[in-house]
């Protein structure tokens, strides 16, 4: 018994000691200090302890009747051939928001990353081909803006501030996702034109995997909603960050790959039935 009871002691005091130097040395950052900053509980709730988190679903009835409202949207005006993909996009919204991996990505900086991979490199590509073509514009400028919102929202200073704000929460996830869709949008404007299309999925998959880079190899937890709940999985926080910098740079690639692969076998296609012709 008492051999138990210290056992116990000494695991509250390594845990302890594991949560001091996390603060300590999360508090040390390029960006600035976030010692003493007040954390406020994010959209997706408390971040919940361990296995816990696979029955903590999100019924918000406002998020259920937008998304409802997006299908229907998405219903109207998606091209007739294509709404299974547009609905494919509206379930992957659905799982993004609603299911447990909300409540997980309030724990877990790395299950952060798989929501916010699901918006930008899932949703956002279903959504954007399931929409009428639109006209050539250039890729460049939607490159750009949606590339700089996706590092912005992963500054430290500016994700703490969504996570305690409701409103500028959905701006992040709004913002993502419509640079995102608008970035898809034009990629799949000038497929015909595969080289630039292909260089411009290629650039994505590149600053993606350099942001993916950077969270890998980062000294130090940089996000202070996830100094301690990581904790609860066996995880440090600064082995939950560099697990999410993985999965930005490796498992995020997929998606971009299989699109440039679709769009190569598409293109393909023309010249061979053009060919034939």
């Given at each position: 018994?008492?051999?138990?009871?210290?056992?116990?002691?000494?695991?509250?005091?390594?845990?302890?000691?594991?949560?001091?130097?996390?603060?300590?040395?999360?508090?040390?950052?390029?960006?600035?200090?976030?010692?003493?900053?007040?954390?406020?509980?994010?959209?997706?709730?408390?971040?919940?302890?361990?296995?816990?988190?696979?029955?903590?679903?999100?019924?918000?009835?406002?998020?259920?009747?937008?998304?409802?409202l997006l299908?229907?949207?998405?219903?109207?005006?998606?091209?007739?051939?294509?709404?299974?993909?547009?609905?494919?996009?509206?379930?992957?919204?659905?799982?993004?928001?609603?299911?447990?991996?909300?409540?997980?990505?309030?724990?877990?900086?790395?299950?952060?990353?798989?929501?916010?991979?699901?918006?930008?490199?899932?949703?956002?590509?279903l959504l954007?081909?399931?929409?009428?073509?639109?006209?050539?514009?250039?890729?460049?400028?939607?490159?750009?803006?949606?590339?700089?919102?996706?590092?912005?929202?992963?500054?430290?200073?500016?994700?703490?501030?969504?996570?305690?704000?409701?409103?500028?929460?959905?701006?992040?996830?709004?913002?993502?996702?419509?640079?995102?869709?608008?970035?898809?949008?034009?990629?799949?404007?000038?497929?015909?034109?595969?080289?630039?299309?292909?260089l411009t999925?290629?650039?994505?998959?590149?600053?993606?995997?350099?942001?993916?880079?950077?969270?890998?190899?980062?000294?130090?937890?940089?996000?202070?909603?996830?100094?301690?709940?990581?904790?609860?999985?066996?995880?440090?926080?600064?082995?939950?960050?560099?697990?999410?910098?993985?999965?930005?740079?490796?498992?995020?690639?997929?998606?971009?790959?299989?699109?440039?692969?679709?769009?190569?076998?598409?293109?393909?296609?023309?010249?061979?039935?053009?060919?034939?012709?």
């Amino acid at each position: 018994m008492a051999a138990r009871v210290i056992r116990e002691t000494a695991s509250e005091r390594e845990l302890a000691k594991v949560v001091k130097d996390v603060r300590e040395q999360s508090g040390k950052l390029e960006f600035g200090r976030m010692e003493g900053i007040a954390l406020n509980v994010p959209y997706c709730g408390p971040a919940p302890l361990g296995a816990e988190w696979i029955a903590h679903w999100n019924f918000d009835p406002l998020l259920i009747g937008v998304l409802l409202l997006l299908a229907m949207v998405s219903a109207r005006f998606a091209r007739a051939d294509r709404r299974a993909a547009a609905g494919a996009g509206i379930f992957v919204l659905f799982v993004a928001f609603v299911s447990p991996l909300c409540a997980l990505s309030s724990a877990l900086f790395s299950a952060r990353i798989v929501h916010h991979v699901l918006l930008v490199a899932v949703a956002a590509p279903l959504l954007a081909w399931a929409l009428p073509a639109r006209s050539e514009r250039g890729m460049a400028f939607p490159f750009a803006v949606s590339s700089l919102v996706l590092w912005l929202w992963h500054a430290p200073q500016l994700y703490t501030a969504a996570l305690n704000d409701l409103a500028l929460y959905w701006v992040m996830q709004v913002s993502l996702l419509a640079t995102a869709v608008w970035f898809w949008r034009s990629v799949f404007a000038v497929s015909a034109v595969l080289p630039a299309a292909l260089l411009t999925v290629s650039a994505a998959v590149g600053q993606m995997g350099l942001l993916g880079a950077l969270l890998t190899f980062a000294p130090r937890a940089l996000y202070p909603h996830h100094w301690t709940a990581p904790l609860s999985f066996g995880l440090t926080p600064l082995q939950d960050q560099q697990l999410a910098g993985l999965i930005m740079w490796v498992p995020a690639m997929l998606p971009y790959l299989l699109i440039a692969a679709l769009m190569a076998r598409n293109a393909w296609s023309r010249n061979l039935a053009q060919a034939v012709s």
